[in-house]
């Protein structure tokens, strides 16, 4: 069973930087595409950012230039660089396995930015 722990989220000002980190287990997570997403109140879950297993990276537009997204395959571990961050990227942010598929969802990681 797929297990999913986020953390590395908090209350940062505008224009600042957080590192979100989600440890995976219960998979064959070097060979396993990641996304990271997230959803704020009131709003539908997105898809912020995707990597494969090769390394290669997508992002939200709306994020583009701002967030990375990056794995280590040791430790079974994906992040999510945030810099720059806005209000709007105010969420609760998620990981998961693509394609998800039957996979439920860790508890996420609250990023709040104040203005």
């Known amino acids: 069973q797929v297990q999913l722990v986020e953390s590395g989220g908090g209350l940062v000002q505008a224009g600042g930087s957080l590192r979100l980190s989600c440890a995976a287990s219960?998979?064959?997570?070097?060979?396993?595409?990641m996304g990271w997403y997230r959803q704020a109140p009131g709003k539908q879950r997105e898809s912020v950012a995707t990597i494969g297993s090769g390394g290669g990276a997508n992002y939200a537009d709306s994020v583009k230039g701002r967030f990375t997204i990056s794995r280590d395959n040791a430790k079974n571990t994906v992040y999510l660089q945030m810099n720059s961050l806005k209000p709007d990227d105010t969420a609760v942010y998620y990981c998961?396995?693509?394609?998800?598929?039957?996979?439920?969802w860790g508890q996420g990681t609250q990023v709040t930015v104040s203005s």
């Open positions: 998961n396995v693509i394609p998800r598929g039957v996979n439920g």
């Open positions: 219960g998979i064959r997570f070097s060979i396993s595409a």
